[in-house]
Each structure stands twice: as C-alpha cells, then as structure tokens.
C-alpha cells in the first residue's frame, strides 16, 4: 500500500489566508531588522550568546542567521537563503537584505 493511496492525515493547526501572509512578512521583517544595524561602515557587531554560554562577536550577516534558532518557516527560508548567499559567494548577506527593501519587494523591512 503506497501513501498516496488514502487521505494523508497531518496534525496540528492551519492557518490560511491574510493571517498567514502577514506572519510571514513579519518574521521575515523580524530577520531584517536583526542583521540591518550591521551594515555599512557605521555597522554594530552582534554578540551572540549559546546555551553553553559561548560569546560570538560579529557583523557578518551571514554568522548573525546561522547562529539564530528560528522556528518560523519563512523566516527559515530566510536564514537558508543567507547561508546559500553565503556559500555560492563569499560575502553579501546583509546588502540582500538591503537591496530587497529599496526594490520595495518587501516595503515593511
């Protein structure tokens, strides 16, 4: 008997429509806002704290998301799209970030 035989029966609560879409771009904006004060020559370090109580000091936009717990999809998506940034180039995380909110594709960052 494959899966695809009978209705799947997947637990938990949905949630459709504008409630979703404006969850989404609130986590996405939630991420924005975390790395937008590193950037630029004025740009802050973060200090990042882990449950061992390891300090990570940086500005890296890219170190910032990675060393984040997020929960949220969208904002997972975010944060996996930084990375890949990160890998395939080498630098650039954060002025993504920045290009997509002065191309208005995201207007609430």
Do not use: W
């Amino acid at each position: 008997m494959s899966l695809l035989d009978g209705p799947l029966n997947v637990l938990g609560q949905r949630t459709t429509g504008e409630s979703v879409r404006t969850q989404n771009v609130m986590a996405a904006s939630s991420i924005a806002n975390i790395v937008k004060s590193s950037l630029g020559p004025v740009g802050l370090d973060k200090m990042l704290v882990d449950d061992i109580g390891d300090v990570t000091i940086t500005n890296d936009g890219a170190t910032i998301l990675k060393l984040l717990e997020v929960e949220h999809p969208a904002a997972k998506v975010l944060c996996e799209l930084a990375d890949l940034q990160d890998k395939e180039v080498g630098d650039g995380t954060t002025s993504v970030r920045s290009s997509l909110y002065q191309a208005d594709v995201f207007p609430f960052f």
